[in-house]
């Protein structure tokens, strides 16, 4: 079988290895001059930056499935996340006292006994043997869903607003409460981690099992149909064609009407002598305003992976279209960093399309038919805006082809296949 996949991203490049391992030719189409799509890095003063916040959760099954997660030297973030309230001067910790027994304490001063247990109930509840469970019942926004289970206003604002505002990449966290639970699941089950080259090495790992010649990068693809893929003008011709670009690009090619809001994220990259966290947990701001207070949450990658010349980079996080400076920024970060004005500005990061938007009122952990008009879609519109849906989607075009699912990275291997840096 002749397949043309169309994106490089993470559920074309896992698309095309489980193509290629199982014998079947394919070529794979990216419009841009490197793989990866949104799971992006680039370099600064010489250490890998990621393009956005990313992290691994390593719960996802899908995960162990196609990725060697010793191969990344991935590196786990604590698993508490503290709360910063600028105006006061005052943190916060949350933290996971089944795991760290020593977080129980500063916790419950935190947030108080009633919504700890409510926070474990909730735990409990969401670390279930299948952690995408909650996405097949119907489900209200996760504001509704939150209020709902009995968190406090002050929890809810400080806390869990923000929180799954990054998650979401939603100011207004319109996405499904059971997503929230999902993922709530997920951060119960596993750790957080990011690789030591950044998130880019998944994306490259997968990539590494294809022949070099199958990856055609620097390519806008002009239409797909089910048997062909139209570049400059040029049809390509293949038995099968696999669509597998965000959700705004699918939209585009198929003709197909989506929600036009765009989630949208911006990083600004510092560079200093000494880290301004102690240990390699998330900072939020628990006074998050996309106006008053835009910067959502701060982290410093260095903690994981140390620089050579020992210097820490400190990551700023906001959302949305951002007309800020890197200085907007690094005053603002002032009332949280008193040392912030001698930090020396690295660079930026801005991603468009960042993440699809799922309806609401809908109900599974799929979204789209896998086949449209005998086109193949893979990507995380289809499922849900996750590395697990992500991966989900591209296993869903595997069984409709016949294709065998890798029960593990060794499954992706073949003798042909040379390691690329694209």
Known sequence: MNVGVVGGGLAGLATASAL???????????????????????????????VGFHVLHTAYPALRRWVDLDALDAVAMDPSTEVILPSQGKRLLLGDALRRPSTLFPTLRSVGPFNALRLLRWRQRARGRDIEAPLDRPSQSIDAGLANQGFS???RQR???????????DPERNEREAFATFTWGAMAKGNMVMPKD??????????????????????????????????????????????????HVAAQLLDITIDPSERRTTTMVYATDAAPLRAARLLLNGEYDPTASPVLHVHVPTLLHPRADGQHLVVATLLGESDHTAEDVQERLLSWFSEASTWRFVGRTDVRHA??????????????????DGVLLAGDHTTHPSVQGT????????????????????????PAAVEVTA
């Open 198 to 247: 950044g998130i880019v090495a998944v994306p490259r790992q997968l990539a590494s099992h294809l022949l070099p010649a199958s990856l055609r990068t620097g390519v806008a693809v002009e239409a797909v149909d089910a048997n062909g893929v139209t570049v400059d003008g040029t049809r390509h011709e293949h038995d099968k064609v696999v669509l597998a670009v965000p959700q």
């Open 391 to 414: 991966l989900r989607s591209a296993e869903r075009v595997l069984e409709a082809l016949g294709v065998p699912l890798p029960q593990g990275p060794q499954d992706l291997q073949r």
């Open 355 to 372: 993440l699809p938007t799922i309806p609401t009122h809908h109900v599974g952990r799929d979204h789209l038919p896998v086949d449209v």
């Open 153 to 155: 206003k002050a929890l």
């Open 20 to 50: 290629h391992a199982a014998g079947h030719s394919v070529t794979v189409y990216e419009a841009a001059a490197h793989i990866g799509g949104r799971m992006g890095t680039v370099t600064m003063e010489g250490h890998p930056v990621d």
């Open 159 to 169: 806390v869990l607003q923000p929180l799954f505002a990054g998650i979401t990449l």
